[in-house]
């Protein structure tokens, strides 16, 4: 199966995709690292393109139609569901996945320069509101409000989510551990190029073991042809020795009758 989704490298999607897949081999494997590694290296290995952001891996997958997967946050699958089309694409929801939600926040230096420390403090209080929450889960975003959740049940199937300070301390431990230079997904790669270039030459000796094969299948039936035209010539001229001598022994035959006569 080929997976399409953004770099983690230079994208927050990519990032809450690799750490969403990290955290649900960890939960599978028991935090056995070794196992979660060679999974994520089977995963990574599937990826047919890194883009460099959310947008381009949906226009990849979407319109330049590369990758039978695309990964991506919840709300912008079905979302391109609805601009490309209900009926041809599925959107699955997997059992376990990372809790990805967008900080809003009062600026304190910001606000008291400009005094607007109230409203802004009320602009985002506002965003809690039942009626906000209403309205952003037409955009297919969850929520929290719990009327709002209990009502919106049938449109977002249930889900284990997982966050990244848990299982990484912090996002910064998560960015210098992971996506920094050198950090687990260069390794991770580097292990795939590794892989890649293993399959690659067991696959070269292989077709040349084949083409060796075939070779001398090659030169087989050509000897066996050789042989069965060579069988069929001296059949041939055996025919026609046994031919020369029966003309020869009617002719003397009937060049007796005519002496007799």
């Known amino acids: 199966v080929d997976v399409v989704f953004p770099n983690p490298k230079t994208s927050g999607n990519g990032r809450y995709t690799y750490l969403a897949a990290w955290m ?8 056995d690292e070794q196992k979660i590694r060679d999974y994520m290296t089977r995963f990574l290995g599937n ?16 319109e330049r139609e590369i990758g039978d997967v695309l990964i991506s946050f919840e709300s912008e699958v079905n979302n391109i569901r609805k601009e490309y089309g209900t009926g041809d694409y ?3 929801v997997p059992k376990t996945s990372v809790l990805a939600e967008f900080p809003v926040s009062v600026v304190d230096d910001v606000v008291d320069e400009r005094g607007t420390r109230e409203v802004a403090t009320a602009y985002l209080e506002h965003l809690y509101d039942k009626e906000i929450q209403e309205l952003l889960t037409t955009f297919n975003y969850r929520v929290h409000h719990p009327e709002v959740v ?3 049940e049938d449109q977002f199937p249930p889900v284990k989510l997982l966050k990244v300070e848990d299982y990484f301390g912090s996002w910064q431990n998560a960015q210098d551990t992971h996506f920094a230079s050198g ?3 260069d390794e991770l790669q580097a292990q795939i190029r590794k892989l890649a270039e293993r399959f690659d030459n067991e696959r070269d000796k292989q077709i040349a073991q084949l083409e060796s094969q075939l070779e001398k299948a090659r030169q087989r ?3 066996e042809m050789k042989r069965r035209r060579d069988s069929l010539n ?3 001229k055996l025919q026609n020795e046994y031919r ?12 007796r009758a005519r002496k007799a006569v």
């Not at 990826?47 to 979407?62: E, L, Q």
Request: net charge negative; aromatic share 6%; proline share 0%.
């Open 24 to 31: 649900a081999a960890e939960e599978q494997f028991g935090g």
């Open 47 to 62: 990826v047919a393109v890194f883009d460099s952001g959310g947008r381009s891996a949906t226009v990849t997958f979407a």
């Open 90 to 92: 599925e959107v699955v």
């Open 150 to 152: 209990k009502a919106t």
């Open 183 to 185: 950090g687990v997904l």
């Open 221 to 223: 039936v050509s000897e």
């Open 234 to 236: 001296r059949l041939e």
């Open 244 to 255: 020369d001598k029966a003309n020869a022994t009617v002719q003397r035959q009937l060049d």
